[in-house]
């Protein structure tokens, strides 16, 4: 099933569907336009130089649209532009590190909360440096050991 947010995937009554919204000038479908095409600054802008006039007119167009969220949304772009341009130049992201902090969250959830500060950073260590010559269960491994 196609995702709502891929256009080029929707059907003929989602085009039709989505037309009659856009006519309807609803801030629902202006805030629509204004998510797509910030959707299309990181999908369009290749090189530094193209990015950043992309996402200053987005930015210029988000202050000016009269939707409290998205002219909040322009501020913090605006303050983070560096940041968000050198991702262009480089093609790096902090998806690693999002990726390894959900993981550690989930393992303090899990514990409800450590004994002590080492403790987190030991299970930390565990859980994130995909060690794969670590038993499962090191009980059940080591009675495996002596009954053979």
Known sequence: MARPEDAADWTHPQI???HWLQRTNLKTARAWRLKQALREVF??????????ALLEAWISWARRCRLAPFKRLAATLKKHRDG???????????????GLNGRIQAAKARARGYGTDRHLITISYL???RLK????NP?????QQTAA
Not at 43 to 52: E, K, R
Not at 133 to 136: A, C, D, E, T, Y
Not at 139 to 143: G, N
């Open 127 to 129: 859980i994130c440096a």
């Open 139 to 143: 009980w059940t491994h080591a009675a």
């Open 84 to 98: 968000i341009l050198e991702h262009f130049r480089s093609g790096l992201s902090n998806g690693f590190a999002e």
């Open 43 to 52: 999908a369009q802008g290749a090189g530094i130089v193209h990015a950043t």
């Open 133 to 136: 010559h670590l038993p499962k």
């Open 16 to 18: 039709a569907q989505m």
